[in-house]
């Protein structure tokens, strides 16, 4: 059982930066594939990116690339996600998720969640 608990939403303008983290909860966090997905308003849950339990090779959508970077600290059982040169289409609830052996750009339904972390920018 994996719990996690995103942190670092919050309200900022076009080209600002944020940073997300996901803290996870359990002693094999290192052996997870982590991720992070968003959802705006009416819109489907879209993937952001990953980071790969086994050799920490990373994946972003192309949406994001050049902007987001994902990385995670082993030894405090923390995932981040920096953002810079936020936009307002970037505006949505990001979820932190975990599963083994990786995260997929289409979740499979063995996921482990967060409860989202709002980011709302401004034009």
């Known amino acids: 059982q994996v719990q996690l608990v995103e942190s670092g939403g919050g309200l900022v303008q076009a080209g600002g930066s944020l940073r997300l983290s996901c803290a996870a909860s359990g002693r094999t966090f290192s052996t997870y594939g982590m991720g992070w997905f968003r959802q705006a308003p009416g819109k489907e849950r879209e993937f952001v990116a990953r980071i790969s339990g086994s050799d920490d090779s990373t994946f972003s959508a192309d949406s994001v690339k050049g902007r987001f970077t994902l990385s995670r600290d082993n030894a405090k059982n923390t995932l981040y996600l920096q953002m810079n040169n936020l936009k307002p289409e970037d505006t949505a609830v990001y979820y932190c998720?975990?599963?083994?052996?990786?995260?997929?750009?289409?979740?499979?339904?063995?996921?482990?969640w967060g409860q989202g972390t709002q980011v709302t920018v401004s034009s």
């Open positions: 998720a975990a599963r083994t052996p990786n995260i997929r750009v289409v979740p499979q339904g063995n996921e482990y």
